[in-house]
């Protein structure tokens, strides 16, 4: 079994098409996801929204980008 990882990053909710404002890029992720679930039932889908729920950055961090690392640096913390 195959584990997806499916990424969403827009601002904006919805998928074109369906919703006056909807995102391009998440109706088309979801098409993608669509079919693959088509072809391959079995597989797990692990869904991350981060334009919704975007990870947390220590502030300090940004003032040390780009060299900053998050294997580096304790800049990344799992919310």
Do not use: K
């Amino acid at each position: 079994m195959t584990t997806l990882l499916h990424l969403d990053a827009s601002a904006r909710l919805g998928r074109s098409g369906v919703q006056p404002h909807g995102s391009h890029s998440r109706r088309l992720s979801a098409h993608f996801i669509e079919r693959w679930q088509h072809l391959r039932p079995g597989d797990r889908i692990v869904r991350r929204d981060v334009g919704q729920h975007p990870p947390h950055v220590n502030p300090g961090c940004m003032m040390s980008w780009p060299r900053a690392t998050p294997w580096s640096t304790n800049c990344w913390r799992p919310t």
